[in-house]
């Protein structure tokens, strides 16, 4: 059974980094293209960062890039975001997904197959 499940969230000053992480299973996590995504309330879920594969190519959006960095284990079978200099206009529940069946990069919501529960990030000003 495929599983994604992201762990890391919670609540910090504007400023601070917080480090997700997302633990992969059921299927080989090399072979899998992966992204972070989030979701602030009333609003639609956005890609914030992507990575292939290999870890080779990654993808951020304009507004996390240079404060977000992520990155994938494969032999830990996790991905993670680290996320620095955070900002209010960061909260929101952030999820990761895979795509199993490609390690291409990929940056849109709907290439992704599986997503995790989701994990709260909540920057206080």
């Known amino acids: 059974q495929v599983q994604l499940v992201e762990s890391g969230g919670g609540l910090v000053q504007a400023g601070g980094s917080l480090r997700l992480s997302c633990a992969a299973s059921?299927?080989?996590?090399?072979?899998?293209?992966m992204g972070w995504f989030r979701q602030a309330p009333g609003k639609e879920r956005e890609i914030v960062a992507a990575?292939?594969?290999?870890?080779?190519?990654?993808y951020y959006a304009g507004s996390v890039k240079d404060r977000f960095t992520i990155s994938r284990d494969n032999a830990k079978n996790t991905g993670y975001l680290q996320m620095n200099s955070l900002k209010p206009e960061d909260t929101g529940v952030y999820y990761c997904?895979?795509?199993?069946?490609?390690?291409?990069?990929?940056?849109?919501?709907?290439?992704?197959?599986?997503w995790g529960q989701g994990t709260q990030v909540t920057v206080s000003s």
């Open positions: 990575i292939s594969g290999t870890g080779i190519s990654t």
């Open positions: 059921g299927r080989p996590f090399s072979n899998a293209a």
């Open positions: 997904a895979t795509r199993w069946d490609s390690g291409s990069l990929r940056t849109t919501r709907y290439s992704y197959d599986s």
